[in-house]
C-alpha cells in the first residue's frame, strides 16, 4: 500500500514538473527550462521557440538542441558552424564543446568527430588521419568545410578510451569540428547527420 502510494505520488510529481513546450519542441522530465519546472541539473535553454544547450555553466556557447530522446536519456546537439572563409568553429573562443564534469550530461560513444587544421604535434592514434579520412569527404563536398581544405584533418570514434567531457579546439592544436553521430563508412555524405550526441544520468 505504502509503495503504491509512494509510486502514484511520484508520478504526480515528475508529470506535474515537466516543463511547457518550446515552440513545438516537447521537453521531457527532466530536462528544465525554467526554475519553474524540471530538474534544476538538467538545465536547457528556450531561445527563440527553440531549444538550446548551454556547454559550461558561467559563460558559456549555445547549441542548438536538434533532438531529444527521453525513452534512452539522450539527446543531440547541432556542431558549431565553421566560420565562413576560415577554418575556425564558431566556439573555438570556449576552447570547443566542454561539459560541466559536476553536471549529468556526457558525450556519447556514437560520435565520429572531425578535426581540421590540427597541428601535427597532436597526431596520435586512434586519430584517423589518413587521405580516406571523413574529414576529406567533408572538406571537398561541403561548403562549410571548404576553409579547411589543404589544412591537417582527422577523424575519430569518441568511444570510453578517451574523456566523454569535451571536445577540444584551440590555436596550435585544431581550430575546427564536426560531428556525425552513428556513421559508417559505406554511408554516403548526402545522408551523413550532423550532430553530437549527449546523454544524461537520470535522476535518483
Ligand atoms: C534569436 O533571434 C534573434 C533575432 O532573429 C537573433 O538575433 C539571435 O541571435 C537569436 N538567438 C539565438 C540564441 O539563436
Ligand atoms: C590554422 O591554425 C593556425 C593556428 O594553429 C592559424 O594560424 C591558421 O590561420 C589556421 N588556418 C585556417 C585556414 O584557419
Ligand atoms: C581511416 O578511415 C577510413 C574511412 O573509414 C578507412 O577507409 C581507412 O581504412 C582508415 N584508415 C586507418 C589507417 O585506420
Ligand atoms: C556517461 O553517462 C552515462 C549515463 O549516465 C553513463 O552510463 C556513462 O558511464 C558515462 N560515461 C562516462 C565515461 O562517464
Redesign the pocket.
Known sequence: MMILILSVVTLFVSGFNACPKCGSFEVPYPLSTSENCGNPKYKIYCINQTLHFKSSSVQGFFYEILSIDPYSNKLIILPPKILENTCYSFDIGFGGLQLDEDLPFNISTRNNVMLFNCSTNILLSPL?C?A???CRQFEAVVKEGSGCRNTVCC?FLKDTSMTSHRIRVRVGGCTAYTSVVNLN?GTPIQSWKYGIELQWAPPY
Open positions: 584517423n589518413s580516406k579520412s571523413f577523424h563508412s
